[in-house]
């Protein structure tokens, strides 16, 4: 009976180190993991950016399509939204901002802004041939 | 045999949080290191966005 209970005792003080093991390292990688999907964004813009770049140079965009894509890019400031008016950059300069400032609680939704702009590069990407 | 096994996992996760607390006691010089590493990849990264301006428009530049 007793050895029985040594044995409960020693599993429930398992569980709950383990349960604050796993809690302080994943606090402790939540950042580092937030900063490296900011890179990925980066990496992927740059792209992004360097085929429109190169599109419009063989003028394989028209210049109303290119005006576009540099409203996305750079923003326009008098738009009724914020994310408009900021532009890629500007929320890219906000997204830093924010990770230099955060907390484990606005990770969540730094990583979501993330995802956004993720999505919305992913739909201004062009092929080779050309077209959004 | 089960407090064996139960002793091994707790021991594992003793080594768990030993090693992030050591890491939260380490010198002071390394620990803003290793932070000042992370932010500088976060200005790093900004960095390189805000240096792409506009995608010169074909008909002239716009920025």
């Known amino acids: 009976m007793l050895a029985r209970d040594r044995a409960w005792t020693t599993a429930a003080v398992a569980l709950l180190l383990l349960a604050l093991a796993v809690s302080c390292t994943s606090v402790r990688d939540t950042k580092s993991d937030v900063v490296g999907e900011y890179g990925d964004l980066v990496r992927r813009a ?8 190169q599109a419009a140079a063989a003028g394989r965009e028209s ?3 290119v005006a576009a894509f ?4 750079v923003g ?4 009724p939204t914020e994310e408009a008016a900021l532009g890629f950059r500007g929320r890219s300069a906000r997204i830093r901002e924010q990770l230099q400032t955060t907390t484990p609680d606005s990770l969540a939704g730094i990583r979501a802004e993330i ?5 919305e590069l992913d739909a201004w990407a062009l092929t080779t041939t050309g077209g959004a | 045999m089960a407090t064996a096994a139960a002793g091994a996992v707790a021991g594992a996760a003793i080594k768990v949080i030993a090693d992030y607390v050591k ?3 380490e010198p002071p010089e390394e620990v803003v290191r290793a932070f000042g590493r992370l932010e500088e ?6 960095a390189r966005i805000q240096k792409l301006g506009a995608v010169p428009d074909p008909a002239g530049p716009l920025e």
């Open chain 2, 23 to 25: 890491s939260l006691g």
């Open chain 1, 115 to 119: 995802a956004r702009l993720r999505a």
């Open chain 1, 70 to 73: 540099n409203a996305f890019w």
């Open chain 1, 46 to 53: 740059e792209q992004v950016h360097a085929q429109w770049t």
């Open chain 1, 76 to 79: 326009v400031p008098a738009s």
């Open chain 2, 41 to 46: 990849f976060i200005d790093a990264y900004d």
């Open chain 1, 63 to 65: 210049a109303a399509r």
